[in-house]
């Protein structure tokens, strides 16, 4: 097998920058999977900091800058993505950061040092991370976004506003519905503001985290089928419309498992499971990815917050109608130390009661799980019957006696009787 990178490493998580930058990861190492003699030894043919310029379907080969045209059997495009331009005058200066190269990582958390001022652009789940880190490294920081609050693309309101909360608390400063008109440089080119619909932010530094764009510059080129996402089309095995052609991660879009809608920009365990699935089939196995129910969850200041399937903003959007339970509760016994509440609310529909969406924000304890569990019970279509009647764990430390789960979907067929 051989492997192209522009990059110099492979398999790291760049996922867990943010929390090098935090402090709560004590070194860019421990981000690295392996070093680079295991794929040696493991029979990988790795060129390293290697630019791919083409792509030819018909004659099954790629054009390598400075090697020149590579045959292949099977290919494999886990090209990922971009972070999508913001559209205004001064990316080109000095002083905007993109997290992405673990490298690169590594020089920013010297500019983040010594930065004094702070913005990051897009409430994004990135974003989310990256104030928390900005704010305790105690330098001002701002967060810009357009939208009426944070996340505003995937999760709702209430689940938010805790969260905003918490971000003021640390002293973050909060610009929603604040468009960015520029970035601003010194004589020497170098950031010294923003501007925004709203007046003029002093910064030394911006993280730049809109929403991820496919880079699919080369498979657009070649031919393969690009969707209404930007993302490369796949079937079930993740292959692509071109012959021997197989795709995974950003790269790609796969489809919703209720609304059928495209999606893209999913997080690393859709990629891994993705790129565990074309690379198994680009080598003549036959296994198949399903649909999603995107499980998801992040720290944001002080909360966590998660979630499956979409929440009451997005159902509304695409014209699913909905019931809904809300509870309150804790993951532990309540008068065990440092319990924390957990606001959980179920979306099902109105006359089948199948679970449709979940969305949650607590303290961290049982939040991924829950998510977890909720994408599956929406995949096999259990309805608020099932998990009202559900069983869970009790002990003090680990479960309380009344698991959120079950008290929101009561409250969800309390609601539909009230119809």
């Not at 040696?40 to 290697?50: F, L, M, Q, R, T």
């Not at 699919?216 to 052609?245: C, F, H, Q, R, Y």
């Not at 995974?248 to 489809?255: F, L, N, S, T, V």
Request: hydrophobic share 40%; glycine share 12%; charged share 20%.
């Amino acid at each position: 097998m051989v492997l192209y990178t522009q990059f110099e490493d492979i398999a790291y998580s760049p996922c867990g920058i943010p929390y090098v930058h935090g402090g709560e990861i004590d070194s860019f190492d421990r981000l690295i999977l392996a070093g680079k003699q295991a794929y040696v030894d493991a029979g990988i043919d790795v060129h390293y900091e290697s630019t791919v310029t083409s792509i030819n379907t018909a004659k099954k080969t790629i054009t390598v800058k400075g090697e020149g045209e590579v045959s292949y059997d099977s290919l494999v495009i886990g090209t990922g993505f971009a972070y999508a331009d913001p559209g205004v005058p001064g990316t080109d200066l000095g002083g905007l950061y993109y997290v992405k190269n673990i490298r690169a990582a590594q020089e920013w958390d010297k500019v983040i040092a010594n930065s004094k001022r702070a913005v990051v652009v897009e409430a994004s789940p990135l974003a989310m991370e990256m104030v928390t880190a900005l704010a305790h490294r105690g330098i001002e920081t701002h967060l810009i976004d357009p939208n009426p609050y944070a996340l505003s693309n995937m999760a709702d309101a209430d689940i938010m506003a805790p969260v905003e909360e918490s971000f003021r608390e640390l002293g973050i400063h909060l610009h929603f519905n604040t468009t960015l008109e520029a970035f601003l440089g010194d004589s020497e080119g170098k950031l010294r503001a923003i501007k925004t619909s709203a007046g003029e932010i002093p910064v030394d530094l911006a993280v730049v985290a809109t929403h991820k764009t496919p880079n699919n510059a080369l498979a657009a080129a070649a031919g393969i089928k690009i969707g209404s996402t930007g993302g490369l089309v796949v079937d079930e095995n993740m292959k692509t419309s071109a012959p021997d052609v197989w795709a995974a991660g950003d790269a790609c879009e796969i489809p919703h498992g209720l609304a059928g809608t495209p999606l893209q920009g999913l997080t690393g365990s859709h990629a891994y499971a993705q790129g565990k699935t074309a690379g198994q089939n680009a080598g003549g196995g036959s296994k198949a990815y399903r649909t999603v129910f995107i499980p998801w969850g992040t720290p944001a200041g002080k909360w966590v917050i998660g979630g499956a399937s979409f929440g009451e903003a997005t159902a509304t959007a695409l014209g699913i109608p909905y019931i809904v339970g809300v509870a309150e509760g804790v993951s532990r016994s309540r008068y065990y130390s440092g319990v924390k509440k957990t606001k959980l609310k179920i979306l099902a529909d109105p006359k089948s009661h199948k679970i449709l969406g979940a969305q949650m924000v607590g303290g961290g304890d049982g939040i991924k799980e829950r998510a977890d569990f909720l994408a599956q019970a929406i995949r096999f279509g259990m309805t608020l019957e099932d998990l009202a009647t559900m069983e869970s764990v009790f002990s003090p430390a680990i479960g309380a006696l009344t698991e959120p789960i079950v008290a929101a979907a009561n409250n969800g067929l309390a609601a539909a009787k009230k119809g």
